[in-house]
């Protein structure tokens, strides 16, 4: 079973639960305000196991699965089956933490903020995604095909337009700080990266 199959299910089995006990969703959710109280700043990564709705979780979840096998198959690849599935795993768990770190900061006194859901570790893996496969192509809305590139300079575009103009409570700051943290974390694991992603972006451009 795979570490990103592993993910998906304990995600799902802790969210599913919270559903129905709102005592314990609302101690797992990312809420500044508490964290910087009472140095709850375990809620970083809890919060990424929680979500709002069945649709939330089946998303996220979903994009989770398709995208997460193919960056852990790199990363068992490049560091070996143990090696690649720790590193996976602990690249999914410190994108989380990550996302919420610079939204912690900007709402640490602000009673009225929290956020919970993957979103944010999803998007540091499909940016992961994007600079192995630059060309191919992503789905906007399930239905418009973009190449991964654009798709992923409109999502950055998008998320950072979203957390100055949106008031849908949505932390549209954690899916911009993940996607740059697992950018960040993916070149710093293996430099070589960017080597490969600029090869891909010249020589396979679309004619």
Not at 162 to 189: C, P
Request: net charge negative; with cysteine.
């Amino acid at each position: 079973m795979s570490a990103t199959l592993v993910l998906v299910i304990i995600t799902s089995i802790i969210s599913i639960f919270c559903f129905s006990n709102k005592r314990w969703f609302d101690h797992l959710k990312h809420y500044p305000l508490l964290e910087n109280q009472n140095k709850q700043y375990y809620r970083w990564l809890t919060s990424g196991f929680v979500h709002g709705s069945y649709i939330h979780l089946f998303v996220n979840m979903f994009v989770l699965h398709e995208f997460g096998r193919t960056v852990e198959d790199y990363l068992i690849f490049h560091f070996g089956y143990a090696g690649g599935i720790v590193l996976f795993t602990f690249t999914y768990l410190l994108i989380i933490v990550m996302g919420d770190i610079p939204t912690y900061f900007k709402n640490k006194e602000n009673y009225s903020f929290a956020s919970v859901g993957a979103s944010g570790g999803v998007s540091g893996i499909i940016f992961i995604y994007i600079l192995l496969f630059p060309w191919h192509n992503l789905y906007l809305f399930a239905i418009v095909p973009l190449p991964a590139i654009l798709f992923g300079v409109l999502y950055l575009w998008y998320s950072t337009w979203a957390s100055k103009n949106q008031n849908d409570m949505i932390d549209h700051e954690a899916h911009f700080y993940g996607a740059v943290a697992g950018i960040l974390i993916a070149i710093i694991t293996r430099p070589d990266i960017i080597h490969e992603f600029i090869t891909h972006l010249v020589n396979e451009f679309p004619l």
